[in-house]
């Protein structure tokens, strides 16, 4: 049996943990730059706030009805997700985080039926009282399946957070309540196909053919047809790997201008990319940069900057990714001044670390790039992300995000630190 380990609302709980008095008070968080809304609580969703909305246009009507207004805040909804993740595997070894928000967990060999439900509503209940972050749990055959349960724990209160899809009949009732819109792989674009040919609820298309599934979704689609039917199939640890990555960022206000601002950004970009890189141990064998003028100010001259470099040898190395972005936008730098209102970095044609095409000329000297890369990950991974980083990505805050309604960063900042009055 799987089960998928999902936060409720997982952003606005965070700030709650540390404000209980919204608790009971509808909260949303804003996107980079606070440019629209990503995360709503419950009480702002019964409210009518849509996912997306531009926060301009609801500032006034958030303000009238009192609604608790963040900025995202990354750092501290990441830690708060490693303590979820480590309390998680004091119950079971074997978990496989699949976002920031949740987690699949291998329950085989630990009951059937009521124990097993009581072994989820512990779990629950474990990391509410650790973190103060509710938490829903779906147990199913298949980790599809187990997705299926969770949308009906949160749906429910009466399951008090952990749903059981054990039996057949179990499984047959949630698929023919459930909107194959909401199936866990179903793309948008599937679904329009697929009420085109009478197929609206999960258990719709378990009763087509799997040559009828191939035809109309692939492979995938197969895969998750067979998971709906009880047939485990689907591996998180196995899933392909992101054949590119892409860190960028909009600037506030009317942008930048000065090349040392966007240079600075455009390093600390590419230093992302290296991280997330190493993290899927992988690495790309080419980068674009790009940075382009606002393309809704027809009062301001225009610009774009996009240029690819591509590496004699793949590499994830922190110091040659940000030397390439950094030397990239250089070179493509215009003369004239023009206000850039968003820049990033692409990294493409990842291949695993493992398999490295190395080539016979190549100047650099690997191992010893790999044993200083090792040094300065190991040293960032006991001290903090970026305590060394290189030198190009400055200190500057002038092209960072907007955050105007930022909390603080209380798991992560000695400042920030909650302090209490006796």
């Known amino acids: 049996m799987f089960a998928i380990v999902d936060c409720n609302n997982f952003y606005c709980s965070c700030e709650r943990v540390f404000n209980p008095s919204l608790r009971t008070s509808p ?28 926060f301009y246009q609801v500032k006034g009507m958030l303000e009238n009805n009192k609604v608790a207004v963040f900025s995202s805040n990354y750092t501290l909804y990441g830690d708060m997700s ?23 967990v291998d329950l085989s060999g630990f009951g059937h039926g009521s124990l ?10 474990a990391i509410g009282k650790g973190t103060g972050i509710p938490v829903t749990m779906g147990i199913a055959p298949t980790k599809t399946l187990a997705k299926v349960a969770s949308k ?28 194959v819109a909401d199936v866990w792989g179903i793309g948008r674009r599937s679904v329009a196909k697929l009420n085109y ?30 998971e709906l039917n009880g047939e485990s199939c689907i591996d998180i640890d196995t ?20 090349l040392n601002l ?73 003369s004239d001044t023009y206000n850039f209102k968003k ?35 190991k040293i960032n991974r006991k001290n903090g992300y970026n305590v060394v980083k290189v030198a190009v990505q400055g200190t500057s805050k002038e092209w960072h995000l907007k955050h105007e309604h930022a909390s603080k960063k209380y798991t992560t900042e000695i400042d920030d630190i909650i302090k209490v009055k006796i």
């Open 27 to 54: 909260v949303i968080v804003l996107s980079n730059n606070d440019g629209c809304i990503i995360a709503r609580s419950n009480e702002a969703k019964a409210m009518g706030i849509a996912m997306g909305t531009p």
């Open 152 to 179: 009906y724990g949160k749906r429910y209160k009466g399951y008090e957070g952990v749903c059981l899809i054990d039996t057949e009949e179990k499984r047959i009732k949630s698929l023919q309540g459930l909107d």
């Open 239 to 258: 899933l392909p790997q992101k054949k590119s990555i892409c860190t960028s960022r909009s600037f506030a206000e009317n942008g930048i201008s000065e």
């Open 262 to 334: 966007v240079e600075e950004a455009v390093a600390n970009f590419a230093a992302a990319c290296s991280r997330k890189l190493k993290q899927q141990h992988s690495c790309c064998s080419a980068l674009t940069v790009f940075a382009y003028t606002s393309r809704f100010r027809t009062d301001l001259p225009r610009q774009v900057i996009n240029h690819t470099s591509v590496f004699n040898v793949p590499t994830n190395d922190l110091r040659e990714i940000v030397a390439t972005s950094v030397e990239a936008l250089r070179s493509e730098w215009p």
């Open 343 to 377: 820049a990033g970095v692409i990294v493409w044609d990842i291949c695993p670390d493992t398999a490295i095409q190395t080539y016979l000329f190549d100047k650099v000297d690997r191992a010893k790039q790999a044993r200083l890369a090792d040094a300065i990950d």
């Open 197 to 226: 040919h009478g197929i609206h609820t999960a258990y719709d298309l378990t009763q087509r053919s799997e040559n009828w599934v191939r035809r109309m979704l692939t492979i995938s689609g197969v895969r998750t047809w067979r």
């Open 116 to 125: 097993l439900r009581e072994y989820g509503k512990k779990i629950v209940k």
């Open 82 to 104: 490693r303590r979820v993740m480590m309390l998680l595997s004091e119950f079971t070894p074997d978990i496989s985080q699949y976002s920031i928000d949740e987690a699949f």
